[in-house]
């Protein structure tokens, strides 16, 4: 899976706008939107808050989550545990991304945000790559990793995947060569 | 008594906290774990100064400019005051310390810390310490005395040490604290104090009491204790004047005593139970401020009252002990402090005086001076002007003040309640002047921001619908104050000084040529109050009591008086309302009046300065009118009121924005009301009554709810429901009153809505057998619906109750045809809206609605003009649709009895429209495919024909009748469930109620065209004949009907009579012919002849 698609699939997540412009309900395959009135908030898929947000028809207001006391918290929690600590949206860092790329003016601490944001993933996928050498060292068959979000699962998975194939294929051939020996 | 406890309010993060007052009493200053000192000018103060002095605030002190701290990170800081800048650390110890304090003078101060040390450091020099070292643990508290002479500390080592400053050695001590590890640990943090002034008693709170020592032979003078006190003294403090000692408890008690008397004079006790961990008495000892472990503030107000009341107490136990002169001269000091104290609240003292003066009249022979002193001094009380005096003729003034005892008596004493001061005139949707960065105007339209700090006075515009007109900036060179912000213009306005006029500026963007702003400047003297715009025209209330108007555009227009001043204004249209004072308020209550203007073609005043409903103890918060044009008002208490135009332009109460407030300090600031939908739109600010303007705060949407009892039951709520959605849909009735475009299909909806309602609570006022309930419930219902309750009567055997039912469905229907025969030709257009609404209506009633319907198929082209008529067939018919094999029974019955009736003379009173309903009915179900099936079955397999008639809205009404009639039928098998098959029985007085009715134009018809149908079909019976008659009739033109009907009045002559009996014959003659299928041919020849008869 591509990055791309993730954060595609992100899109679908909804945010709150507030528009300025004013229009009645509108009605989408993937469900009724609106009705748009001037001022005041209305949930909407980020996709569509990106699009009127690029044509300066909306303000986008920032998820709860996306608050530095509340990633502070959940990146002192990150560092202190040994597990992934449950994260406020499956979708936080591509979310973080979009939004602030697209609309850092509506969001409050845009930078500080982004640092933190960037701290919990990397503090996040560096646990990821640890229990995944543990993982692999142990000679384990199965492991359980909960609270993860698919953006990590993606970084990971085609490298874990790989090289587990590759270790396959190298025991394999180291196997039979054994036998040989006996 | 009459100390006031205010309400508590959010100070500080939860924990530890302290207070103290300034040197003037001005502020109260305030620190807490979150590591702030907030500088509060008063509890309502929603924007403390806030100084960030470290991580976690222990203790503060404040005297002569100087804020000391004890911070956690091991110092004692100081910092200015007011302004809060640091200024240095004046020690430090190797842990934090616990108490920091002041001197009298504010010389020194002395620091008590966790590492069992306390120290006491020259201000100025902070080099200057002095070090005591003597405790075994932590060090809770410490207390320099008034004369600097000694510092009394008490520790976790369970003992209170008096230490001598200048040998830096122990004088005394005494070990009565429990003992405890830690600060943390200890029961009781165990603030000492020293009396004021003479130094001459020590308080210690000693567990459940508070004990006082000596200070010259330290020992145990005596101790107070009250029955209240349940848990660990926590603080002790002493009044300014050295009388009165307030506690504070682990629980939350507030106790005052008067030392002297040892009497506990006051007991108040913390709202939340919570422990007070800090106390201050202002400097005049008027009032107590006290904080508690969760970070809240609150102040006891009126201790001052209460002191004076004990006076009289101390005077009169005095008396006994012979000690004047000592008790005097103290009580001198008191009342000064008091008379200055006091100028508040001149009034709550003569009160006291008066008791005063007459116990002291009674001994007076026998020390003239010390009396002679203490009247001045009551004299001073009531007159806080002349306390300077008081001094001189304590002396000399025996002889010479005596005199004054006379008028200080016979002077008049109030009692009464006292004014409120009127509240300032104010823009609605706008923040405080004194900010410095505030919103001048949030309204539907958009935000106007002022900023006027160092830097930049400017005016932002901003409108949420950008399509309006894009974001204006502007420099706000004129100082503006005030605005309002329209869809066509922008409205600011300023006060006037001394050179500068107060002026209005218009910036009317919407204007087509390039000149698009004006300036008017007011008369001198006269500055502007308040502003609104409207469609076109903008008002502006002035100083001088009058209001201005002004066309958009920039010309002057009518000018008028108000009565009083102007506390706000709002445009909406052309309606103008104005609120403004109708007199003094009493007892923190506002008298306002409010007037609605109507401007425009038609000017006239709605509402003639009425009072305004508000909340006790409150004043008017925000005024406008919602989006749709109703004024709406909201009170300091949160309570949002609507003008109820249908009941007589009062003021209903429908939301409480306190109520969806987490927090006591947290408030809604509105910004805009809709009614459809509804919508209370409002900025939550936590902790404050209105929104900082950065970071940009977000629109949150309250519901409505009105105040109705019960609302946990699903009565009330039902109820609740169905008045809140009538209330919500006056505005419909407004705005096509002064020719707006409404929104039908909201109204529409919103009609059918109520009418689900009334039908769920008619049906559960059915369940719970409360026939009364469900006729009063019928009586609100449109008759459509009425048809329906009866059927539910009827299916759930309640037989009386559908017989009642129908007869009011009979009023109804003739009542409506009444009105509709009134406004038929003046009204068309209405006529025709409610047509719509009706048949509407009526379609999403599934089973009868197809009679109905077919035969608007059958009429396409006369469907308008048949409208009324139709209407009350389909009702009726639907009426029989519902009738089960029992119910026809009885309907029979009561046919014959009419016919009977009707047939022996037409003038009698016997007049049956509702026979003749309940005939109509008959024919119409008689002509269904299986009128005598099972009753259940009836129910639940309405036959749908194929609908056509009335395209609008059909896909719609079709939808909503499906769920509409399903949850229908589900109460009601439910209810038949409950209620299992009683015999009906028809009841008898039903007939007798039916003969006072007048008859209607059909059996006029009926008896005038009988012969001929029995004529053609002499084999009828009388049944048949009357569903012939009624095909018949129906078959008439809707002019002819209302002939009919209008003789039925009986008011027609009798030719007119004759002739139209001509016409009818020879359009019977036709229609005998033709069968169902040649209607509509027949129907237009009935049509043309009736037009014919009209020539003639």
């Known amino acids: 899976m591509d990055p791309a698609e993730v954060e595609f699939l992100a899109e679908k997540e909804m945010v709150k706008i507030i528009p300025n412009f004013s229009l009645d309900k509108i009605y989408l395959i993937g469900g009724d939107l609106g009705p748009f009135n001037p001022g005041l908030p209305v949930e909407v898929p980020v996709w569509l808050a990106l699009n009127l947000k690029q044509r300066q028809k909306c303000r986008i207001v920032p998820p709860e989550w996306m608050d530095t006391d509340k990633l502070e918290e959940i990146r002192e929690q990150e560092r202190k545990l040994d597990t992934f600590t449950p994260i406020p949206s499956p979708y936080y860092m591509e979310l973080a991304k979009l939004l602030l790329n697209h609309s850092a003016d509506n969001i409050p601490k845009a930078d500080e945000i982004r640092t933190l944001v960037k701290d919990i993933w990397d503090t996040r996928v560096a646990k990821l790559r640890l229990s995944a050498d543990s993982f692999i060292s142990q000679q384990e068959a199965h492991a359980q990793l909960d609270n993860l979000t698919l953006m990590e699962i993606n970084t990971t998975r085609s490298f874990l995947l790989d090289s587990l194939n590759y270790m396959y294929k190298l025991r394999s051939n180291l196997q039979p060569g054994r036998s040989q020996d006996y | ?1096």
């Open chain 2, 1 to 1096: 008594m009459p100390c006031e406890r205010k309400p508590m309010r959010y100070g500080h993060s939860e924990g530890h906290t302290d207070v103290c007052f300034d040197d003037e009493g001005k502020c109260i200053v305030t620190c807490g774990s979150d590591g702030d000192v907030r500088i509060w000018e008063s509890l309502d103060d929603d924007d403390p100064k806030s100084i960030n002095v470290g991580e976690k605030v222990y203790s503060v002190a404040l005297k002569n400019g100087k804020l000391v701290t004890a911070v956690s990170n091991n110092t004692v800081q100081i910092h200015t005051f007011p302004e809060g800048d640091p200024d240095g650390i004046l020690t430090r110890f190797t842990t934090n310390a616990n108490h920091v304090t002041f001197n009298s003078s504010g010389s020194r101060v002395a620091a008590g810390s966790s590492d069992f040390i306390v120290k006491i450091v020259e201000v100025v020099d902070s080099s200057q310490q002095k070090t005591l070292r003597g405790h075994d643990a932590p060090v809770l508290s410490v207390a320099l005395d008034p004369s600097d002479e000694f510092l009394a500390s008490s520790s976790c080592d369970g003992s209170v040490t008096v230490w001598s400053i200048e040998s830096q050695t122990q004088v005394a001590q005494w070990k009565i604290l429990q003992k405890s590890s830690d600060v943390s640990n200890a029961k009781s943090l165990c603030r000492l104090a020293w009396q004021p002034r003479s130094g001459k008693l020590l308080a210690i709170p000693v567990d459940l009491t508070i004990q006082l020592y000596d200070r010259n032979t330290w020992t145990h003078v005596s101790t107070l204790s009250g029955d209240l006190i349940s848990q660990v003294v926590n603080v002790v403090v002493w009044s300014p004047c050295g009388k009165f000692l307030a506690a504070g408890t682990i629980g939350g008690n507030l106790l005052i005593w008067d030392v002297e008397a040892k009497l506990c004079i006051e007991r108040q006790k913390h709202e939340k139970g919570f422990t007070v961990c800090g106390m201050a008495w202002h400097p005049s000892g008027g009032r107590i401020a006290y904080t508690d472990t969760e970070g809240c503030l609150g102040l006891l107000e009126g201790v001052s009252s209460l002191s004076s009341s004990s006076t009289v107490q101390i005077v009169n136990t005095s008396k006994e002990t012979n000690d004047y002169d000592d008790l005097f001269d103290e009580d001198d000091d008191r009342m000064l402090d008091e008379g200055m104290s006091d100028s508040r609240s001149p009034v709550k003292k003569p009160i006291m005086e008066d008791d005063d003066d007459d116990d002291d009249l009674m001994p007076a022979t026998g020390r003239p001076r010390n009396r002679g002193s203490f009247l001045d001094d009551d004299d001073n009380s009531q007159d806080p002007g002349s306390v300077k005096l008081d001094g001189v003729p304590e002396e000399d003034g025996s002889s010479a003040i005596l005199p004054a005892v006379g008028p200080a008596v016979s002077r008049p004493v109030y009692e009464g309640p006292m004014p409120t001061q009127p509240q300032r005139a104010f823009q609605p949707g706008s923040t405080p002047v004194h900010l410095m960065h505030r919103f001048m105007m949030w309204n539907s339209v958009g935000i106007v921001r002022g900023y006027n700090d160092d830097q930049d006075n400017a005016i932002d515009v901003e409108f949420h619908d950008t399509a309006i007109h894009h974001a204006m900036h502007l420099t706000n060179t004129l100082g503006h104050t005030m605005a309002d912000l329209s869809q066509e213009a922008v409205l600011l306005a300023c006060e006037g000084n001394n050179e500068l006029a107060s002026k209005i500026q218009c910036l009317h963007f919407s204007c087509w040529d390039t000149h698009k702003d004006w300036i008017v400047d007011l008369p001198k003297g006269e500055d502007v109050r308040a502003l609104c715009l409207g469609q076109g025209w903008a008002a502006v209330a002035t100083s001088a009591l009058m209001v201005r108007l002004f066309s958009v555009g920039g010309v002057q227009k009518e000018i008028f008086s108000l009565p009083g001043d102007v506390v706000c204004m709002a445009g909406h249209g052309e309606q103008l309302l104005i609120v403004c004072h109708r007199g003094t308020g009493f007892d923190g209550d506002q008298a306002l009046g409010i007037q609605l203007l109507q401007l425009g073609h038609k000017r006239r005043q709605v509402i003639h300065g009425e009072p305004l409903p508000l909340s006790r103890k409150s004043y008017l918060a925000w005024m406008d009118f919602t989006a749709e044009g109703t004024p709406c008002c909201i009170d300091s208490e949160g309570v949002v009121r609507m003008l109820n135009r249908t009941l007589g332009n009062m003021w209903t109460p429908v939301c409480n924005t306190r109520d969806s407030c987490k927090s006591k300090s947290d408030h809604y600031w509105v910004v805009g009301v809709h009614e459809n939908p509804q919508q209370l739109r409002c900025i939550p600010c936590k902790g404050a009554r209105y929104p900082p303007t950065l970071p940009r705060p977000a629109v949150a949407v309250l519901p409505f709810n009105l105040l109705y009892c019960q609302t946990t039951t699903e009565k009330g709520q039902m109820e609740e429901q169905y008045w809140r959605s009538v209330l919500f849909q006056n505005h419909y009735g407004f705005l096509s009153s002064s020719g707006y475009e409404i929104d039908s299909e909201g109204q529409s909806r919103a009609e059918k809505e109520q009418q689900e309602l009334l039908m769920k609570m008619f049906a559960l006022s059915c369940k719970l057998e409360r026939e009364f309930r469900c006729v009063e419930l019928a009586e609100m219902m449109t008759h459509s619906v009425v048809t329906l309750a009866i059927r539910y009567a009827s299916r759930s055997r309640r037989m009386a109750l559908a017989q009642r039912l129908s007869e009011l469905a009979l009023e109804k229907a003739s009542q409506c045809q009444e009105e509709e025969q009134e406004e038929e030709e003046p009204a068309y257009q209405s006529h025709t809206s409610r047509e719509y609404r009706g048949s509407n209506q009526m379609s999403r009633r599934q089973a009868p609605v197809e009679n109905g319907c077919e035969e608007e198929e059958e009429y396409p082209q006369e469907e308008q003009m048949d409208a009324e008529e139709s209407t009350e067939t389909r009702k009726l018919s639907m009426h029989a649709s519902f009738s089960s094999i029992l119910f026809q029974e009885y309907l029979i019955n009561i046919f014959k009895l009419q016919v009977s009736g009707a047939g022996k003379s037409s003038s009698s009173p016997a007049g049956q429209p509702r026979t003749t309903n309940v005939l109509d009915s008959m024919t119409m179900s008689s002509r269904k495919p299986a009128p005598i099936s099972g009753t259940s079955k009836q129910g639940k397999a309405p036959v749908l024909k194929p609908l056509a008639p009335k395209p609008k809205s059909k896909v719609q009404s079709m939808s909503a009748s499906k769920g509409n009639s399903k949850k229908l039928e589900d109460s009601q098998s439910e209810a038949e469930k409950v209620k299992p098959a009683p015999a009906a029985t028809p009841p008898a007085s039903a007939e007798n109620i039916e003969n006072r009715k007048p008859k209607t134009g059909f059996q006029l018809w009926l008896e005038e065209n009988r012969k001929s149908i029995l004529a053609d079909n002499p084999d009828f019976e009388e049944m048949d004949v009357i569903k012939e008659g009624m095909g018949r009739f129906r078959t008439l033109s809707a002019e002819e009907r209302l002939n009919w009907t209008e003789r039925a009045k009986g008011d027609s002559d009798p030719k007119k009579r004759k002739r139209e009996d001509e016409g009818q014959v020879d359009e019977q003659m036709e229609s005998n012919e033709g069968s169902t299928k040649k209607k509509k041919p027949l129907d237009t020849s009935a049509k043309l002849s009736a037009f014919a008869f009209n020539k003639e």
